[in-house]
DNA sequence: CGAAAACTTGACCCAACTCAACGAACGTGG
DNA sequence: CCACGTTCGTTGAGTTGGGTCAAGTTTTCG
């Protein structure tokens, strides 16, 4: 159980490198305790100093937010099942940005000194947290481009691609659809529109034959249209960083 | 010469966490090839998987850049004196974006394995790697939220206010200005707007006494108006993580 | 079962875009 | 050092994608 824990985050930088035997044991003997985040709650608030725990999501969504002075929101990032959430802040004095709870959240904290010392001991572990970091920056230049240069369709088509290939490869999708917790107001703060053009953007989607809706749960029949509407390309990801070979996750399209 | 040139990274790094004399010592024995590109040189290129050198910036601008298969170019940072510019792919298999000269650059390369080792030996240098990586993850959300959230003149001038403090910090300004080499249209396609919109919004802002022009060179006489106009807090760009005090670039307003 | 939150839809509006023309600055070669 | 082509900046007129406001309707959940 507590093995079975940690070994998520063993999978996790697995992904990103390879990683030495010695380097897993370490990593499934870091002290963590575990925690409980309820859905609007905050888990690390903008301008806070107390960023003495990592923490690894087992389950549940949690998303990275900053606001502005006339009180608007963005969401700057999404984050799911095996994604370490304070890598971002590991080495700073505060917190740049809030982060806050999707769902209901189940966190593996680990000690900030920890994670560092381990990091220093083990450095393929280091190496495949900083790729980590890497592709977390590589999503943030893909959401510039996204909210700073494209039209609303193009723009909710490529979150929804983004969403359907990041639960694919964290185990909780099949790539053809999304069952994402997010309500409509909130894809809009991700992707810079309004809650009500968000609804008419996923409709005209729908009348197109672009997605399928049922609730909450969106999925896709024709992964090439909705890649194609959505202009995405899944290369910034970084999925085959550790794969000799071409095989993808989904056929990504570069 | 050759050693002025690498105290430019090892002061560079110092400002990001302390650093050993070893350390310090190690990084100027780097070996390293100069080189010049002028303007619209292509530096790295979307897609390249030939990412064996690190470069360093010695004089000149550059900046990262996307393209959208509608042809439209959304800039996502620009870089200075004193910014490494590789350390965004130092793991990666292949470049997520295109880095491209925006005046004529002169760069310090160094290879990427002489960078890794060097890592490897002195943790402090890791460190302050790690901790540049994160404020340009920092940078990247501030601009999601720039682009995603706010109107042209706000995402303007606080773009301008980004730079003045950038600029002050590596050394190049006085804090009350911005002698940036960018056309209106890289100003657009930073900010995600027309050339067309960017002048109109320059106009306005001078027009309203905010900033002065001349050239293309911009100024403020009162930096609290720019602040305020621009919704702009320095605190992303976590320019005090070495001061123990609170003494700062700027007036930041956190 | 009822209240609150989320989703829909319509009518109207405006910030930013497009297109187009012209002027200013710049660099380059003769 | 001047002529000239090219890039950059400026301005106007008209258009539009997405925002705002507001009133339902449906879903969710305690």
């Not at 450095?123 to 609303?152: E, K, Q």
Request: proline share 2%; glycine share 8%; charged share 20%.
């Amino acid at each position: 159980m507590v093995q079975a824990s940690l070994s998520l985050l063993v999978n996790k930088l697995r992904t990103r490198t390879a990683l030495s035997p010695a380097a897993e044991a370490a990593i499934l003997d870091l002290p963590f305790t575990r925690r409980i985040y309820d859905s609007p709650a905050y888990i690390v608030r903008d301008g806070s100093t107390d960023l003495g725990q990592c923490g690894l999501i087992v389950s549940g969504f949690a998303f990275r937010q900053k606001l502005t002075v006339e009180g608007a929101r963005q969401i700057v990032s999404v984050h799911m099942r095996g994604d370490l959430l304070d890598l971002q802040h590991l080495f700073l004095k505060y917190a740049d940005h809030n982060i806050q709870a999707l769902t209901r959240l189940e966190i593996l904290n680990i000690e900030r000194a920890a994670l560092q010392d381990l990091i220093l001991r083990h450095p393929s572990v280091g190496t495949a947290m900083w790729i980590d970091l890497l592709v977390d920056a590589s999503i943030y230049r893909t959401w510039i481009t996204n909210v700073g240069r494209r039209d609303a369709r193009t723009r909710v088509a490529h979150l929804l691609c983004e969403f359907a290939v990041r639960l694919k490869a964290a185990g909780l999708g099949d790539g053809g659809s999304c069952s994402l917790p997010m309500t409509q107001e909130q894809i809009g703060d991700a992707v810079g529109l309004t809650s009500v053009h968000v609804n008419r953007t996923l409709k005209a989607l729908e009348r197109d034959g672009v997605i399928q809706r049922s609730k909450r749960d969106i999925s896709f029949t024709d992964w090439q249209l909705v890649r194609r509407v959505g202009d995405f390309s899944a290369s910034y990801l970084h999925l085959d960083q550790t794969s000799t070979a071409g095989e993808s996750v989904l056929q990504t399209g570069r």
